[in-house]
């Protein structure tokens, strides 16, 4: 039924859908999308990027809208997805949007977010294909581990080098001042959501959204950590079906 309320799930960097498999499931109530963002997974394989332009802030926004669109939606949005569902409630507010819900999301236009991963300086700049790649494979080092990539098969490690060029150019384009969204436009309740081992960083991006966002409600994951949808995806589904919850009571 298309006014049944339902749930898009928003992966981050060098990630895919498969990803959200687990929250997907405990969700299944109610309708549930996923997807791979343009640049990974299928969309790459679909619709390689060929130029910047592919991968901007606006692209995103677009491909999320279409999702919103189908019926009443809850968007959960992990890491990056989370600042992707930021910024199109607060600047392009899709009538169908009930809420967002995000974890651990960076807010890297911001002139005091701590550089690590997205460099907007990077935007304009042309690499050759062995520094997207090394960007690619030590992101992926750094998230799992050098042992769990070492054990991924190789096929699997060649399609996350692969993604290097997506992971850099995404980056330096939400790391742009012209990726910059005002939290205070945004009119849907947000929920912020952060692990209990969350990084200096994603503190300070939990304060200012906490600061912000004029409906927002913070929550805290015990033993969590960024990667709390493959470890905690029990409780950031009761989160998530919350949300569904109130909506059905006040509408």
């Given amino acids: ?9 928003v992966h981050g960097a060098m990630d895919r859908s498969t990803s959200m498999g687990k929250l997907a499931k405990l969700l299944r ?16 394989v679909k619709s390689p990027p060929q130029r910047v332009g592919d991968l901007v802030a606006s692209k995103h926004l677009s491909d999320l809208v279409g999702l919103i669109s189908k019926r009443p939606t809850v968007v959960f ?14 600047k392009v507010k899709p ?16 002139p005091w977010w701590p550089s690590w991963l997205a460099k907007r300086n990077e935007l304009l700049k042309t690499f050759d294909q ?3 790649e090394k960007r690619g494979e030590n992101f992926m080092r750094r998230m799992i581990g050098d042992s769990n990539w070492q054990r ?13 060029y997506t992971l850099v150019t995404e980056g330096a384009a939400f790391a742009s001042f012209q990726s910059d969204f005002d939290l205070g436009e945004i009119t849907v309740p947000v929920t912020s959501v952060i692990g ?7 503190r300070l991006g939990q304060k200012y959204i906490l600061d912000n966002v004029k409906d927002v409600t913070s929550c805290c994951v015990s033993g969590a950590s960024h990667v709390a949808h493959l470890t905690h995806a029990k409780a950031l589904a009761e989160i998530c079906l919350d949300r569904i919850a109130n909506f059905k009571n006040t509408h």
Avoid at 95 to 110: D, Q, R, Y
Avoid at 196 to 202: G, Q
């Fill in 196 to 202: 209990e081992h969350a990084s200096y960083r994603h």
């Fill in 95 to 110: 009538t169908n949007l009930i809420s967002v819900i995000v974890f651990e999301s960076p807010l890297p236009a911001k």
């Fill in 152 to 164: 991924l098969p190789p096929s699997t490690r060649q399609a996350r080098i692969e993604e290097g």
């Fill in 1 to 9: 039924m298309p006014n049944e309320p339902g749930f898009v799930l």
């Fill in 77 to 90: 949005g992990h890491s990056l997805g989370g600042t992707i569902a930021l910024m199109c409630a607060a």
């Fill in 130 to 132: 062995s520094h997207y």
């Fill in 29 to 44: 109530s109610q309708p549930v999308i996923t997807y791979d963002r343009r640049g990974y997974a299928a969309s790459l």
